[in-house]
């Protein structure tokens, strides 16, 4: 009967150790999804900085140069108006 429980426990372990290997691969699996996730969380707020500074200086510069928009023929109220029942219908 030893034999028998010797090669069960055998069994057994060699289970645990692939369970273990598998285990493993798993965790590495997901600290690189995160360390991952981190780069492309830094590199979409380094886009974000980039656009901002981008929209901000052509904002900026489009208010210097008098650039603004102007309103329709009908008056600035009635645009705001068109946009804001646009808005609603959608």
């Keep these: 009967m030893i034999p028998t429980y010797g090669r069960v426990l055998s069994a ?3 289970a645990l150790q692939e369970l273990m ?3 493993r691969g798993v965790g590495k699996f997901l600290w690189d999804l995160v360390e ?3 780069r492309n969380t830094a590199q979409l707020e380094r886009i974000g900085a980039a656009m901002e500074r981008r929209w901000g200086s052509e904002e900026e510069s489009g208010k210097e140069n008098g650039d ?3 309103g329709s023929k009908d008056g600035p109220g ?3 108006e068109r946009e804001t029942l646009l808005s609603a219908s959608c």
């Design 36 to 38: 991952g996730q981190k």
């Design 68 to 70: 603004e928009e102007e």
């Design 78 to 80: 009635e645009n705001q």
């Design 21 to 23: 290997e598998e285990y």
């Design 12 to 14: 057994i372990e060699k």
